[in-house]
């Protein structure tokens, strides 16, 4: 997990770098960039796995259930108009005394928002998640593996200001996946191509500087 939080922090720095670009999209209305941070709580999504704990039953959604990202947020200077762009960190999962389970991906989102509400933004936007994996541990059992490839992902979110350079936001993020590969101990499976429902319902924090 913390090299997957390093990579996001690494390319936030890229992100930065790629400013003036997110600048021209604004047109030359552009006034004010800025580096941006945000995390939430998602649910939603197929099953991926269902594992029997000592405590009962723990299942990992495939939109689920955390992420972080970073990046950088545009606002025009006289439309009611921002753009942000994020890459960020996804991720599933848990320890238990018979195995453990895990789930990340790392999404690319770019959301647009009008902002001529007082308090308010709301958005849509555009998302593409990479390197999306699962491992299922269980004691008794052989490990199970996936790989899933994910299409793009329409975002919607409405966002009420805090303060100036805080929002709390409600999102629904309509994504898919397909299961490309898959192991079970040793035996690998490929060639699935099994869509998998990763929509998802979430709360996030957003913070500039």
């Known amino acids: 997990?913390?090299?997957?939080?390093f990579r996001?922090?690494?390319?936030?720095?890229?992100?930065?770098?790629?400013?003036?670009?997110?600048?021209?999209?604004m047109g030359s209305d552009a006034q004010q960039?800025?580096?941006?941070?945000?995390?939430?709580?998602?649910?939603?999504?197929d099953n991926l796995s269902t594992v029997q704990t000592d405590d009962g039953k723990d299942k990992i959604k495939a939109g689920g259930l955390f992420q972080v990202g970073a990046g950088i947020l545009?606002?025009?200077?006289?439309?009611?108009?921002?753009?942000?762009?994020?890459?960020?960190?996804?991720?599933?999962?848990d320890s238990y005394e018979n195995g453990s389970t895990s789930y990340h991906?790392?999404?690319?989102?770019?959301?647009?928002?009008?902002?001529?509400?007082?308090?308010?933004?709301?958005?849509?936007?555009?998302?593409?998640?990479?390197?999306?994996?699962?491992?299922?541990k269980q004691d008794g059992y052989a490990t199970v593996r996936g790989t899933l490839e994910s299409d793009p992902a329409l975002i919607l979110e409405a966002g009420y200001a805090l303060s100036?350079?805080?929002?709390?936001?409600?999102?629904?993020?309509d994504e898919s996946y397909t299961l490309k590969s898959a192991s079970v101990g040793n035996a690998?499976?490929?060639?699935l191509n099994e869509k998998v429902d990763a929509s998802h319902a979430g709360v996030f924090i957003t913070f500039a500087f």
Do not use: C
Request: aromatic content about 10%; hydrophobic content about 45%; overall charge positive.
């Open 1 to 5: 997990m913390r090299t997957a939080l």
């Open 33 to 45: 960039i800025r580096f941006v941070v945000h995390g939430g709580l998602t649910m939603g999504g």
């Open 164 to 173: 100036p350079s805080a929002w709390l936001s409600a999102r629904y993020v």
């Open 8 to 25: 996001t922090l690494s390319l936030a720095g890229l992100l930065a770098v790629a400013a003036p670009a997110l600048a021209d999209t």
């Open 188 to 191: 690998s499976i490929q060639g």
């Open 105 to 136: 991906r790392q999404p690319i989102e770019l959301t647009f928002f009008y902002t001529g509400i007082e308090n308010w933004r709301l958005g849509a936007g555009v998302r593409k998640s990479g390197s999306a994996k699962f491992n299922v």
């Open 74 to 93: 545009a606002q025009a200077g006289t439309l009611p108009l921002a753009a942000q762009l994020t890459y960020n960190y996804h991720a599933d999962g």
